[in-house]
């Protein structure tokens, strides 16, 4: 069965920082292109960060480029979300998602095949 699960709920102050984490299971994580995507409430689900299995390439909406990092820990089978300099506007609810990839490429749409439960990130302005 396979699970994404990711963690770091918080609540932080704006110009402030948090990471999220996303662990995988079920899966062999080394072969997944790896992603982050975020829904506010009223607003449709949005790409912001991604990266390839092998870890060696990273892309990132504009919104959050400069701000956010991405990067992965295949032997921990978990996938992590730096955002520093957080603005009210990225409080949303945050999902990270897997899909297998036949070689180390990104994948930015929302043409993910697994997907975690969501965790809450509020930033106070």
């Known amino acids: 069965q396979v699970q994404l699960v990711e963690s770091g709920v918080g609540l932080v102050q704006a110009g402030g920082s948090l990471r999220l984490s996303c662990a995988a299971s079920?899966?062999?994580?080394?072969?997944?292109?790896m992603g982050w995507f975020r829904q506010a409430p009223g607003n449709e689900r949005e790409f912001v960060a991604a990266?390839?299995?092998?870890?060696?390439?990273?892309y990132f909406a504009d919104s959050v480029k400069g701000r956010f990092t991405i990067s992965r820990d295949n032997a921990k089978n978990t996938v992590y979300l730096q955002m520093n300099s957080l603005k009210p506007e990225d409080t949303a609810v945050y999902y990270c998602?897997?899909?297998?990839?036949?070689?180390?490429?990104?994948?930015?749409?929302?043409?993910?095949?697994?997907w975690g439960q969501g965790t809450q990130v509020t930033v106070s302005s």
């Open positions: 998602a897997a899909k297998p990839t036949p070689f180390d490429l990104l994948v930015t749409g929302p043409s993910y095949d697994y």
């Open positions: 079920g899966r062999t994580f080394s072969r997944d292109a």
């Open positions: 990266i390839s299995r092998s870890g060696g390439m990273t």
